[in-house]
């Protein structure tokens, strides 16, 4: 097998752009530096993401997959505006404590794949707020509210400009304007 096909040397790539990417602190990452830090030449580099951008959404899936994992794990709480709560306090952590990969999937214009599947997993904690009949707006609203809010906060977070009493504060005006109280 070449060295070109190897799935380690695809794996090592990615690995070493994550090192870099944490260490440099929000800085560009280049290519060269990259294929440097994992022995390859360009070539192979191009050859497993294509692009840049190619291997930016491979690092971010990389980074993401714990955070994913995390979400994917998160057991209800059997009150489903609870469930969404702690959504948005494991995504606020989550920035806090890998701001780069964050940085990486929502702070620019193009949201990497890997971030679909963060929205489905909201998407389906907002369904089982309306099927108890607790969602104010329609699911879709409350997705793009919540995200919003919990992007700018996090992002927020990160620069040093929000902070806890900031995020719990933004977070129960959210689910105040999304969701009603249960009936007693």
């Known amino acids: ?5 190897d799935p380690d040397t695809r794996e ?8 870099l990417l944490t260490e440099s602190g929000g800085e560009p990452v280049s290519t060269r530096a990259v294929c440097t830090a994992a022995g390859v030449g360009a070539p192979t580099l191009y050859h497993h ?6 291997l930016l ?16 794990a998160q057991p209800g709480t059997g009150d489903p505006v609870d469930d969404l709560r702690r959504g948005w306090d494991l995504h606020v952590e989550y920035g806090r404590t890998h701001p ?7 702070g620019t214009s193009r949201t990497p794949p890997v971030a679909e599947e963060a929205h489905r997993i909201l998407l389906g904690l907002l369904e089982a707020v309306a099927r108890a009949g607790r969602l ?14 919990g992007v700018g906060v996090t ?3 990160i620069a040093g400009a ?6 719990e504060r933004t977070r129960e005006a959210v689910l105040s304007a999304v969701t009603v109280p249960p009936e007693e």
């Open 1 to 5: 097998m070449s060295a070109q096909k």
């Open 12 to 19: 090592r790539i990615v690995r070493e752009a994550a090192r």
């Open 49 to 54: 993401f294509g692009d840049k951008r190619g």
């Open 57 to 72: 959404d491979a690092v971010a899936a990389h980074g993401f997959e714990e955070y994913l994992r995390s979400k994917r």
């Open 100 to 106: 780069a990969f964050y940085t990486l999937m929502y």
């Open 136 to 149: 104010r707006v329609p699911v879709d609203t409350a997705a793009k509210m919540i995200h919003a809010a």
């Open 155 to 157: 992002l927020g977070v």
């Open 162 to 167: 929000c902070d806890d009493e900031t995020s």
